[in-house]
């Protein structure tokens, strides 16, 4: 079993829960009259193997196929008094399918609360407190409240469940409807508020609609400082061929999956329609953002299917026998300016087709410009263009430039990654930016298999590792590369707190530079700057010059990490389209680089859409 509390996981973020019982019981020849909760006595190896999947597919907690096991639910089918067996029952086939945490799963009776007596809700309260201490007596780890949708129900079930299980978390889940309310109109800010007040362990979303919905509800219960979970359904479902189908793929799970966990939501899982395969997509994400569940090296571990595999071995904080270790300033041009010049990087991405030459020209200009360092990203977005490695190569031999290679763990497994850097090293591209990258669902190829053996923490412990004479195995090399590890942060992020303790994992396991996302306001940069003052590590500021009101607002509400002020967009939407609206944009960027140019140690300009020249116009008369 997972070490520490179910509470202590969630409040560290990062947890995936499990996916539908009720649509995987369907789909094994249930029926849909029949009290899917019987099955844990009835067919126990139905209900064992579906949680198995899930537990496979890397989920940290699953739930008990006890949702309906109140007396109200069990009643119509003749079970009433079988409460405490089926409760019974259905913790101990969960736990018999792996190593994670089993939540008791309790939804609601089922009554409309609008037309009950206030004189019945005794009645209902015990109902909740009889199916919670059953629950707490087969020793679940928590209790999960869920697809709740009436709040003066919702409370009758904490008070129960605090009675009948006094040692347990509980975690309380609503529905909302498409308005984004509860039955009596109550929003997700106002319920969490109120839920924080009865005293529950975690709030969040389940069932409700799709990944969008459940996001935008989730998000919004975040600032009652509880952790949440957000749990949705696979899209809406149609009717097809008498059967419900579910849309939602698990790439598109994937995708929003980051999303919730990047935002600041704790554990992300799935309701109606979704399946190990989802899950897996989840774990994956959960991987990208969490930052030390995968691990390389010092015989770390990776959770994965219920148990732990060793992954790598790489020595954390150890040289080979004959190695020195070479420090920042020796590293190249860029690692002896950093700290001593005020340096400039623009980014310059690899053509979609064959030819360089545009590329290159743009470098070209760029030098003659002034910038230090030649920044490319590898497929920003998912997109597919030439590899970074033959324009890195290009821009130091032909212009005698420094270059910045961006190396994502989206597309290559370790085998590929340790081969790329070799390669790279081997060709003198030493300087590298250390990033998780988008999943493939963002690009040109959405069914491509994303990989993620390992997010950029683990990378950059991989690539410590190489410079410290070490392969990926621990084994000692023939020699040791000298590798200059930069890496991103979000000064913008939702979730701040999380964004500056992953920042600082990362330099422990060895970045050396620090490239902020584009930011647009100085408070936010001013806040991240205060934070990060202490890790002695040359922070990059990122500026993306706007190009248009339609480019700033699509920042603003569709890349995370991205937080563009009210004001800035409306300086964007009254300066108009084409060239006004880039000379607005280039003029907020320089207002950005005036403010902050002697608290950071550079720039990391990303010009849009290939305008080269609307970096030199931003550094112009500032900083060169």
Not at 471 to 485: I, Q, R, V, Y
Not at 504 to 511: D, S, W, Y
Request: charged share 25%.
């Amino acid at each position: 079993m997972p070490t520490g509390g179910f509470v202590h996981a969630l409040t560290k973020g990062g947890v995936v829960l499990d996916g539908a019982m009720g649509t995987a019981l369907y789909e094994r020849g249930l029926l849909y009259t029949s009290c899917l909760d019987e099955a844990c006595i009835t067919r126990p190896s139905v209900v064992r193997s579906i949680h198995e999947a899930h537990v496979l597919a890397g989920a940290d907690a699953i739930q008990t196929n006890s949702f309906g096991a109140n007396r109200y639910r069990l009643e119509p089918h003749g079970y009433a008094d079988r409460v405490a067996e089926l409760n019974h029952a259905s913790v101990k086939v969960a736990r018999e399918a792996g190593d994670a945490y089993v939540l008791g799963s309790v939804g609601p009776t089922g009554l409309m609360m609008k037309t009950v007596e206030a004189s019945a809700h005794v009645a209902i309260r015990e109902a909740f407190r009889e199916q919670a201490k059953a629950l707490s007596e087969a020793s679940a780890d928590g209790l999960l409240l869920e697809t709740f949708r009436q709040p003066v129900e919702l409370k009758l079930a904490i008070a129960g469940a605090q009675e009948g299980a006094k040692d347990l978390p509980i975690v309380a889940c609503l529905s909302f409807d498409a308005f984004g309310t509860l039955a009596d109109g109550t929003e997700p800010e106002a319920i969490a508020e109120k839920l924080l007040a009865l005293g529950v362990a975690a709030v969040g979303v389940n069932c409700s609609d799709g990944p969008a919905g459940v996001y935008e509800m989730a998000t919004r219960m975040l600032g009652a400082g509880l952790p949440v979970v957000a749990i949705p359904n696979a899209g809406l479902p149609r009717r097809v061929e008498g059967r419900l189908a579910y849309w939602a793929t698990p790439e598109y799970f994937q995708l929003y999956g980051r999303r919730l966990y990047k935002a600041g939501v704790h554990g992300v899982g799935g309701c109606c329609g979704t399946t190990a395969e989802h899950i897996k997509k989840v774990a994956s994400a959960a991987r990208m953002v969490r930052g030390g569940q995968v691990e390389l090296g010092g015989g770390e571990h990776e959770e994965e299917g219920g148990g732990t595999r060793e992954l790598l071995s790489i020595p954390p904080a150890k040289t080979a026998p004959g190695i020195e270790v070479v420090p920042v300033a020796q590293k190249g041009a860029l690692g002896a300016k950093l700290g001593n010049e005020f340096v400039i990087s623009v980014e310059v991405n690899p053509p979609r087709g064959l030819s360089l030459d545009k590329a290159m020209a743009g470098a070209k200009l760029l030098k003659e410009g002034g910038v230090d360092v030649i920044n490319v990203a590898d497929g920003a977005r998912a997109s597919v263009r030439m590899g970074n490695l033959a324009l890195c190569h290009r821009v130091q031999q032909e212009l005698g430039m420094s270059a910045l290679m961006h190396v994502t763990t989206r597309d290559r497994n370790v085998l590929g990654l340790v081969s790329h850097l070799l390669a790279a090293h081997e060709l003198d591209v030493k300087n590298l930016v250390v990033i998780t990258g988008d999943p493939p669902k963002m690009g040109d190829f959405p069914d491509a298999t994303a990989v993620y053996d390992t997010d950029s923490i683990g990378l950059l412990r991989l690539v410590r590792g190489l410079n410290h004479g070490y392969d990926p195995g621990g084994k000692p090399m023939n020699g040791a590369t000298a590798f200059l590890s930069a890496t991103g942060a979000e000064p913008a992020s939702r979730d701040f707190e999380r964004e500056i303790r992953r920042l600082r994992q990362k330099i422990e396991a060895g970045a050396e530079l620090v490239m902020t996302q584009p930011v647009y306001d100085p408070e936010v940069l001013e806040r991240f700057l205060n934070e990060v003052r202490d890790l002695g590590v040359p922070i990059l500021v990122g500026l993306l010059p706007l190009a248009s009101y339609k480019n700033a607002e699509f920042l603003h509400n569709e890349v995370p990490g991205m937080q563009i002020p009210d004001e800035i967009r409306e300086r964007m939407r009254k300066a108009g389209q084409g060239s006004k609206g880039r000379k607005e944009g280039v003029k907020i960027a320089r207002e950005m680089l005036s403010a902050v140019k002697d608290r950071v140690q550079g720039a990391y300009i990303m010009p849009p859409f290939g305008r080269y020249k609307l970096a030199l116009e931003v550094i112009d008369g500032i900083v060169r």
